[in-house]
């Protein structure tokens, strides 16, 4: 509980709680990616090249909710160990586009269904509306606080 009314009561602050929850999804999904080599941000990044290839080091930094630095890093190793392709020169200005490799590819099977088990176990106590109902509201409270991002 929070002193003489100063700060956030942390056990009734939503947000808290959030974050509580990303935290404890985010451990598990690095327990899981481990033993495939990976992290979060490695499995996340192939996620998206595999949803929308050719993505530029910006866009990938974004989705990934990374710096531009770190996914610059975290590309040029992926194209070293031959999970990603991208060309030797920009197609158009400065980005320089990427794609998974069939290595890629086969790794991100491997993790998406490793991760899949995470979420599943997550939402295991949850019935089919009550996960229906999660998603919608945690949809319209990111939807809220970017609507108003400009507006304070």
């Known amino acids: 509980m929070s002193q003489k009314g100063v700060g956030v009561d942390l056990e009734t602050s939503l947000g808290y709680l959030l974050k509580e929850a990303s935290s404890a999804l985010r451990a598990a999904m690095e327990e899981v990616l481990r033993p495939l080599g990976m992290s979060v941000t490695h499995y996340s990044c192939l996620e998206l090249l595999a949803q929308r290839p050719g993505l530029s080091n910006s866009e990938l930094a974004r989705g990934a909710f990374v710096t531009r630095q770190t996914m610059s890093v975290l590309l040029q190793a992926l194209e070293r160990d031959g999970y990603v392709t991208r060309p030797a020169e920009a197609p158009v200005g400065k980005a320089l586009p990427a794609r998974l490799t069939p290595r890629g590819r086969r790794s991100l099977e491997k993790a998406s269904a490793a991760v899949r088990s ?10 089919g ?18 609507d108003d991002d400009g507006d304070a």
Request: proline share 0%; glycine share 0%.
């Open 129 to 146: 509306a009550e996960q229906s109902d999660a998603f919608r509201i945690l949809q319209r409270m990111i939807r809220s606080l970017r």
């Open 118 to 127: 995470v979420e599943a176990r997550m939402l295991a106590d949850l019935t």
